[in-house]
């Protein structure tokens, strides 16, 4: 049973994202529902998906009820907060994607140091992730997404192998197969060997 | 376009399966993951299915998708009609001739089907026939949040409603056996938490049914002239009957026993199922619970046990209390005493979606449990920026908007339409004062010209153009009103997942499609005055919009420019006119970000800058730069 929360902002790759997460549970044996936001919803906006991984029926995830809270983005990992608990890891991509509501000096955008705090005021870790960079080294720019499935499947939280994780990638990923492998890898390495405090 | 290049084209665009599409390839017996709507279009393919249409429409849009990407290798025929409206007829058509035809499209779409669809449950078919209406609860992605169970109800049509993709696959098929056995038409309903969840669904061995049939003359029967649409209806109120006791004993209705023996029971359907079982867990009750997949007719009977061997009964079901109602009506007409619990006592809302804890807190509140439902961290969002969505990089929209707001110095009343530019409605733009429904931008503008003195200005996609606005301007044409019409020409229906439409070059592979001229149809309405104008010269727009004004009777600018994301993507990347902002020339006065609007362009610490990654190098915020600061990068 892994509950997982992916956030972040539409275009960012997260429904590719949170589908390779459902191959892979399926792969595994796994029963598995996933909800997506389509639409309207998806021009930029925020934007949720959530993977529900063992015997559920519903696909949403209630509040407080996350094992991982995937963010693609940083601001949106505050919005999301209401997902985590004690028990969640919060996995939060450094990269910044400025709102209008920014940009018209209505609102202002936290600082990394911010959003860490509020976080982990609820949450019990916090994991920065610079997934763009990580994503560049690998040689595909686009492929920061893969960085945080890497990235989720390096928390060990949902009992998913590997293997798993990259025949999935091999289904759903048509171009650069080898360069979005090294970005899963990247994702992985950064989580599974973090200091934990 | 072969059916490669198209699928190529399609993927690139909408992001879908690549490698292999799994809706067609999935062996017979395998476990594969499935959205909801992808489960429907299998499930179609295998039950035979010869015809599919649709107008695209969130939450609908992927059945059709899926259906265009594999219907020429699966020998089907599926086109994305005009209008929904129409793709009911073309299936109406087809099924009764005899083949099995399926019309999907999102809920709002069937008030425009609805005038065929009431007709045809009189006539009723002869090949199965399966309308999808895929409902949007708490309106994520449309204008309202309607009930289309009642469509059920008014048309005396047989109602099915899945909650899991297995379920959308599994009741597509039972959909068009029960369609032919009842010679009715069928409403399979989903709702977004249905048709837009993604799990694993054991599919079965597609079967091609026939795809040609004769049509046999029987005007007794599908000539509704008065005489014989009194008739019908007595046989559909016969039928109805023998549909009610195929519910009775459907495999579709069935009794889910949660913990140990209890007087206590749930009679729920379609997504709310779902929540009920998480929340009977969560709230650790004993309970049964009946699930309806097969709705309407009520399986009467079933009822009836159910209340007897119950001393109370909750009834979850999103939005309108249909079931509540009827299965109150069902224990009344039976004199049973059981408590029936729902909305009438408040335990449960009418408005918007549920969740497990809306439902464990409403069954906490008509079975009056102990059980605390443990209470979440609350967070305080209030000053989080909010991040709503906004009309991409190098949208056209955002240019043409620009424009007419330079043009009438906001002094317009703005008729707008359903599609992204709906989203022109936020400021900077403000650009939309009048929304209801598809086409509406053309009726009401003339409403407004003739009741105001302000100049009046009507925006219309083109996918909407075609699907609805076309009676609007012929009547503004006829009647003399005086409004400008901008047809806003991306070439697609963006808001969707790009799909084609009448004026695209390019349709599913199966079809051989001819694209329609707008300019045409528009003089062919009878229009006097119409340009074409290139949204991205601003100048060029501002001017026209300006004359067009001028003009005493209705007047026309097709704003024309391939939507950006698409122009994007088939260019692979390579962009044409990077911009940068040049920090030395620039004064820092805000019209790029207060004026105009584009997500590549942000302004942190009162400097803009220009994310060279989103820019999709369209041109459009050099003109609007008072200083010439905003330059192409080399």
């Avoid at chain 2, 009977?301 to 979850?316: G, M, P, Q, R, Y």
Wanted: glycine share 8%; net charge neutral; hydrophobic share 40%.
């Amino acid at each position: 049973m892994a509950d997982i929360y992916l956030v972040g902002v539409g275009g960012q790759g997260i429904i590719t994202a949170s589908r390779i997460i459902g191959d892979a549970a399926i792969l595994a044996g796994k029963n598995v529902l996933l909800s997506e936001t389509h639409g309207m919803a998806q021009r930029g906006g925020s934007v949720v998906c959530t993977a529900r991984i063992g015997e559920v029926y519903s696909p949403l995830i209630p509040d407080g009820q996350a094992d991982v809270v995937l963010s693609f983005e940083l601001l949106e990992a505050l919005r999301a907060v209401c997902k985590a608990s004690k028990n969640t890891v919060v996995v939060c991509s450094s990269e910044r994607t400025i709102p209008l509501s920014v940009s018209s000096q209505k609102l202002k955008y936290p600082t990394l140091d911010e959003v860490r705090t509020d976080v982990t005021k609820i949450a019990g870790e916090f994991v920065l992730i610079e997934a763009s960079e990580l994503a560049l080294e690998a040689g595909v720019p686009m492929s920061s997404n893969i960085v945080m499935v890497g990235a989720l499947a390096g928390t060990g939280l949902t009992n998913l192998d590997k293997k798993h994780f990259e025949k999935a990638i091999e289904m759903n990923i048509l171009r650069n197969f080898r360069e979005n492998l090294a970005a899963f890898s990247k994702g992985f390495d950064t989580v599974s060997r973090r200091n934990r405090t | 376009m072969n059916t490669d290049s198209w699928k190529r084209y399609f993927h690139s665009v909408s992001n879908h399966f690549a490698a292999m599409d799994r809706v067609l390839d999935a062996a017979p017996g395998s476990k594969v993951l499935l959205l909801g709507n992808e489960a429907i279009a299998r499930g179609a393919l295998e039950a035979g299915v010869a015809v599919a249409t649709t107008y695209p429409g969130t939450p609908a849009s992927e059945i059709g998708d899926a259906l265009a990407r594999v219907a020429k290798d699966a020998g089907i025929y599926f086109e994305y009609s005009t209008n929904e409206m129409v793709a009911t007829e073309f299936a109406i058509g087809a099924a009764a001739s005899g083949v099995r035809a399926l019309v999907s499209m999102k809920h709002v779409g069937l008030n425009v089907a609805a005038d065929a669809l009431i007709t045809f449950a009189y006539t009723g078919t002869r090949g199965g026939f399966v309308l999808v209406t895929a409902d949007d609860p708490s309106c994520h992605s449309s204008q309202n949040e309607q009930d289309n169970r009642y469509y059920a109800l008014l048309g005396g049509i047989p109602l099915l409603e899945p909650s899991s993709p297995q379920e959308c696959y599994q009741m597509t098929k039972e959909a068009f056996a029960l369609s032919e056995k009842l010679e009715l038409p069928v409403i399979l309903r989903t709702t977004t938490r249905v048709s837009h969840v993604r799990g694993h669904v054991v599919v079965g061995k597609i079967v091609p049914g026939p795809k040609k049939r004769e049509f046999v003359k029987d005007p007794k029967r599908f000539v509704t002239v008065p005489a014989v649409a009194r008739a019908r209806h007595l046989i559909l109120l016969e039928r109805l009957q023998e549909a009610s006791k195929l519910a009775d004993e459907s495999a579709l209705n069935r009794v889910y026993k949660i913990g140990a023996r209890s007087r206590s029971g749930i009679i729920t359907s379609s997504a709310a199922f779902n929540y009920v079982m998480d929340a009977a867990k969560m709230l650790r009750m004993s309970t049964d619970v009946l699930k309806l997949g097969f709705s309407h007719p009520l399986p009467a009977h079933l009822i009836v046990e159910f209340l007897k061997t119950h001393d109370s009964v909750a009834v979850v079901e999103e939005l309108e209390p249909i079931l509540e109602t009827s299965i109150r009506a069902v224990a009344q007409h039976q004199r049973l005493k059981t408590k029936i619990l729902g909305k009438a006592d408040g335990a449960f809302p009418q408005a918007y979606e549920f969740d497990q804890a809306i439902v464990a807190s409403g069954l906490v509140k008509a079975f009056g449990l102990k059980g605390e439902i443990a209470k979440t961290v609350s967070v305080d969002l209030q000053d989080l920026p909010v991040r709503p969505p906004v009309l991409c990089a190098g949208c056209p929209h955002s240019a043409t908007y620009f424009a007419v707001n330079k043009a009438t110095n906001r002094k317009a009343i703005f008729a707008s339409d359903i599609g992204c530019y709906t989203l022109g409605v936020a400021p900077p733009y403000s650009a939309a004062d009048l929304l209801v429904c598809m086409g509406s931008s053309v009726g009401t503008a003339g409403g407004l010209a003739k009741v105001n003195d302000q100049p009046v200005i009507a925006f219309i996609g083109d996918s909407t153009f075609f699907h609805a606005g076309i009676p609007g301007l012929i009547n503004a044409v006829h009647h003399g009103h005086k409004f400008l019409l901008m047809i806003l020409d991306n070439r697609t229906t963006a808001m969707t997942g790009h799909q084609p439409h009448p004026g695209s070059d390019r349709g599913p592979s199966c079809c051989d499609i001819t694209s329609v001229s707008i300019e045409e149809v528009v003089k062919g309405c009878g229009v006097k005055w119409l340009k074409v104008v290139d949204p991205y010269d601003i100048k060029t727009t501002t001017d026209t919009v300006k004359q067009a004004l001028t003009q005493n009777r209705v007047s026309v600018i097709i704003a024309r420019r391939e939507c950006a994301l698409i122009a994007k993507r088939d260019q692979e990347g390579a962009i044409l006119k990077k911009q940068y902002i040049d920090q030395e020339i620039c004064k820092k006065c805000r019209t790029c970000v207060d004026k105009f609007q584009c997500p590549a362009i942000s302004s942190i610490d009162k400097v803009q800058t220009i994310d060279d990654t989103s820019c999709a190098g369209c041109g459009a915020c050099a003109q609007v730069c008072p200083y010439k600061a905003i330059k192409e990068t080399r």
